[in-house]
């Protein structure tokens, strides 16, 4: 089992910039999993904001945070970051940290992929 902690959530406003960072613990190490980050504001569905693979050279994102989002991670301390820069209203949501046990980075959108999530952490970008 894995468990993770996500932090760092909280308001900011339009055009600020939060970092939001994840703690995993547990029994599988943490280099062998893809680690991602999705979002959820009410009413929507929990939509896909980025993934890095086992050694943290590939990274994936969704449109929606191109150019403005970074993940990063630390396999020494277990954690995984996201970077967001320029936030908009829109970016409103609970942030979730998921894990993957998969062996190819591949499918990386789908919430089925993942093995593992955190209890998230909210974040309000105030215009």
């Known amino acids: 089992q894995v468990q993770l902690v996500e932090s760092g959530g909280g308001l900011a406003q339009a055009r600020g910039s939060l970092r939001l960072s994840c703690a995993a613990s547990g029994r599988i190490g943490f280099s062998t999993l893809i680690m991602s980050w999705f979002r959820q504001a009410p009413g929507n569905e929990r939509e896909f904001v980025a993934s890095i693979n086992w050694s943290g050279d590939i990274t994936y994102y969704g449109d929606s945070v191109k150019g403005r989002f970074t993940i990063s991670r630390d396999n020494a301390k277990n954690t995984v970051a996201l970077q967001m820069n320029s936030l908009k209203p829109e970016d409103t949501a609970v942030y979730y940290c998921?894990?993957?046990?998969?062996?190819?980075?591949?499918?990386?959108?789908?919430?089925?992929?993942?093995?593992?999530w955190g209890q998230g952490t909210q974040v309000t970008v105030s215009s």
């Open positions: 998921a894990a993957s046990e998969q062996n190819f980075f591949s499918h990386l959108a789908r919430v089925t992929s993942y093995d593992y």
